[in-house]
């Protein structure tokens, strides 16, 4: 399978934020890897570059537009790569792919890509304005 049968950018785009191996304990009962433990790896990925611009604390607080284009396989090199696409007060845009090595070509998949959105929050959990 060829990249750009799946997507148009035949790379990933962004910071390469986490890189995981995809186990036989994540799949669901046809033997593919379930989405939300996808999902959890955007999320950790997204958090590391939200921590880097908020310089504290921060909280999940949308993902907006995903998509998942291909299943993931059992033993898959997960990579996922992050952009920030915009910075505000208090939040803070995160863009994140989720590429994966294709199972007989090990050429690098797309498998999905996603924003979250982050809120800086002080110590009791109350909205912050961040330092720019």
């Known amino acids: ?37 996808v999902v959890s790896q955007m999320d950790l990925a997204a958090g590391i570059a939200a921590l880097d611009v908020a310089q504290g604390r921060v909280a999940t607080v949308a993902i907006n537009g995903m998509q998942f284009l291909i299943a993931v396989h059992v033993g898959a090199i997960v990579s996922c790569y992050t952009e920030v696409t915009k910075i505000g007060r208090s939040s803070v845009h995160i863009n994140v792919e989720v590429w994966i090595n294709e199972k007989k070509t090990f050429e690098p998949v797309k498998v999905t890509e996603g924003e979250f959105v982050f809120v800086a929050i002080d110590d009791s959990g109350r909205t912050r304005p961040m330092d720019k």
């Open 1 to 37: 399978m060829s990249t750009t049968s799946v997507d148009k950018q035949p790379e990933p785009y962004g910071e390469l934020a986490i890189q995981t191996i995809a186990m036989p304990a994540h799949t669901n009962p046809r033997g593919e890897i379930f989405a939300g433990w």
